[in-house]
C-alpha cells in the first residue's frame, strides 16, 4: 500500500505553527516511507476564508521547504464533486433533505441539550424525498443505527463515541455548499489519503466523518491526532495571535531549517536528540515517539536552536542574506567597513539574522538619537564633557588601532570624575543611537575616524538642541 498523507489547511488566519507541526508531521511521514504528500487548501467557509491567507499558506511551505507531490487542490473548484455525491445519497436514502427553519434546529437542539442522551432528529429525517418543495433545505445525513463508532487513534489508542449522543447533522447548508466534515471524506477518499495527521481539535468530528464514510463505503484512513500547543502561560495557540504566524519568523531572521528542527521537537521525541539535520528528520521520523501531552512553545529554544544554525550557515549564504537585508533598506554598504569583516565579529551574541543585520547597519546609517536617550541621562549637559574630550583627543591620533583608541579612552577616564561604563554607553550612543552592541573600542577601530567625528560632533549638537 502506497501511503499518502496530506495537509489541508483552511485559509482563515495565517498559519501558525500548529498548522505547520501537522503539515511537518504529515511531509515527513509520507517522504520517510516513500509515499505521497498532498495539498489541499479547505476553502468552503466562503466568508472567512481569504485569498491572501492562501498565498500565506503556500509562501509559508515554500520557505520551510516542505514540497508536496500534489496539488494544492482547492475544495471551492470541488463542489460539483461533491454535489454529485450528496445526489446519490439522497437517492439512496443515507442523506434526506431537512425543511426546519434555524430556529426550529436551534429549539430541537435546546430540548436535546435537557434531555440528554436522546437525540431525537427532526421529522424531515421520515419524510421521502421525493418531496419537492421551494423552500429552503440543508442535506442532513441519516446516522445509521450503529449502537456506536470506535476508531484508533495512532497516539491515544481505541477512541468510542456512542451514536446516541450524535443527532443527524448537516452536510449540506442552505446555501448549497457542503460542510467541512462532507468535504473532508470526500477528498481524502478521492486523493486516497492513508494516514489522517491533525490537530486533536478534530477528534470529535472523526465519528462525524466515519458515518459519512461509512454511508459512503470508503475506506477508513489511519488517525493521528497530534496534541496541542500552548504558550508559556497554557493557552492554546491560536492563529489570531500573531506571535505564532510563521512567516513573522522569517522576517524577524529566523532560519528556516531551525524553525523546522524546533517545530519537530515540539510534540515528538528521538531519545535526547535535539539536532535533526533534513535527512535525519526524513530518516528517523515515526508516529510511535509523538508525545500525548501537549507542549509549549517557548523562544528560548527557538533561539538556541536558530543560532546552532547561524553559526553553521556558509559565508556565502549569510552574506546574501545581509546583502538582501540592507537593500530592502536602501542602505548602501560600500561606504564603510567590509560586510565580511563585520559579521564575524557579532554573530557569536545574535540569535537571528535580524540581530546580525541591526548591529552591522550602525557602520552604514547615521545614528538616530530620540528623547530617550535624553530623559535616560545618556545624552544630556553632564556627559557632553566626555564627547568634548573624546571628540578633541580622538582628532590627535595618527596610526588607527586599538591600542591607540583604548589610550585615548583611559585618557578620558584619568581627567574625568565618571566611571569607565558611562564613557563608554555615552560615546556608543553618540556613534550607533543603541545600548547594546560589542566592546566600544572594536566598534570605534571598525567605524573609522572621519564618520566617528561626524556622529560626534552630530550628537553634541542633539544635545545642545534638547537639552537648553
Ligand atoms: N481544514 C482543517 C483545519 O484547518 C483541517 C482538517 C483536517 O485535517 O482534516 O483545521
Known amino acids: 500500500m502506497k501511503i499518502v498523507t496530506r495537509f489541508a489547511p483552511s485559509p482563515t488566519g495565517y498559519l ?90 436551534e429549539q430541537n437542539q435546546f430540548q436535546q441539550n435537557i434531555i440528554k442522551n436522546n437525540i431525537r432528529n427532526c421529522k424531515c429525517r421520515n419524510i421521502k424525498n421525493t418531496i419537492s418543495s421551494n423552500k429552503p433545505y440543508t442535506v442532513k445525513l441519516h446516522i445509521s443505527k450503529n449502537k456506536h463508532i470506535t476508531f484508533i487513534d495512532t497516539i491515544r489508542g481505541k477512541i468510542t463515541f456512542q451514536n446516541n449522543i450524535l443527532e443527524d447533522f448537516i452536510i449540506r447548508r442552505s446555501n448549497g455548499i457542503p460542510t467541512y466534515n ?24 472523526t465519528p462525524k466523518q466515519i458515518h459519512i464514510i461509512n454511508a459512503i463505503k470508503a475506506l477508513i484512513p489511519s488517525y493521528t491526532h497530534v496534541s496541542v500547543i500552548t504558550d508559556t502561560l497554557g493557552k492554546k495557540i491560536s492563529k489570531r495571535d500573531n506571535n505564532f504566524n510563521i512567516i513573522k519568523y522569517k522576517e524577524n531572521g529566523y532560519l528556516p531549517h531551525a524553525v523546522l528542527n524546533y517545530i519537530l521537537r515540539l510534540g515528538w521525541s528521538y531519545n535526547n536528540k535535539e539536532i535533526f539535520s533534513l535527512e535525519e528528520m526524513k530518516k528517523l521520523f515515526n508516529l510511535k515517539n ?27 549564504d549569510m552574506l546574501n542574506y545581509l546583502k538582501n537585508f540592507f537593500n530592502k533598506k536602501n542602505i548602501d554598504i560600500n561606504n ?23 548591529l552591522c547597519i550602525i557602520f552604514y546609517k547615521n545614528p ?41 579612552l583611559k585618557k578620558i577616564l584619568s581627567k574625568l570624575n565618571v566611571n569607565f561604563k558611562e564613557i563608554a554607553m555615552t560615546i556608543r550612543l553618540a556613534i550607533t543611537g543603541i545600548e547594546n552592541t560589542p566592546p566600544i573600542n572594536n566598534i570605534l577601530y571598525l567605524m573609522g575616524k572621519k564618520k566617528i567625528i561626524y556622529h560626534i560632533k ?6 545642545k538642541f534638547n537639552n537648553s
Open 16 to 105: 501558525h505553527i500548529g498548522n505547520i507541526r501537522t503539515a511537518l508531521y504529515s511531509w515527513l511521514f509520507a517522504r520517510k516511507n516513500n509515499g505521497k504528500f498532498i495539498l489541499r487548501i479547505e476553502n468552503t467557509d466562503l466568508k472567512r476564508s481569504k485569498d491572501i491567507f492562501i498565498k500565506n499558506i503556500i509562501e509559508t511551505l515554500k520557505w520551510l521547504k516542505i514540497d508536496w507531490d500534489e496539488g494544492p487542490y482547492l475544495q471551492s473548484q470541488r463542489l460539483d464533486r461533491y454535489n454529485h455525491m450528496i445526489n446519490i445519497m439522497l437517492n439512496n436514502g443515507n442523506a434526506y433533505k431537512c425543511y426546519c427553519s434555524k430556529k426550529k434546529l
Open 182 to 205: 462532507f468535504c473532508v471524506v470526500i477528498d481524502d477518499w478521492d486523493m486516497k489519503i492513508t494516514h489522517v495527521i491533525r490537530g486533536e481539535e478534530h477528534i470529535n468530528n
Open 290 to 316: 509523538l508525545n500525548k501531552s501537549s507542549s509549549i512553545f517557548t523562544i528560548k529554544k527557538l533561539n538556541w536552536l536558530n543560532k546552532y544554525y547561524l553559526n553553521k550557515l556558509s559565508e556565502k
Open 336 to 358: 564603510g567597513p567590509k560586510l565580511k569583516d563585520l559579521y564575524k565579529i557579532f554573530y557569536n551574541r545574535c540569535n537571528t539574522l535580524n540581530e546580525i543585520s541591526n
Open 368 to 408: 538616530t538619537y530620540n528623547k530617550k536617550l535624553v530623559i535616560k541621562k545618556y545624552l544630556n549637559n553632564n556627559t557632553k564633557i566626555i564627547l568634548y574630550l573624546f571628540l578633541k583627543n580622538i582628532n590627535h591620533i595618527k596610526i588607527w588601532s586599538t591600542k591607540n583608541i583604548d589610550y585615548v
Open 458 to 463: 552630530n550628537a553634541i549638537s542633539f544635545i
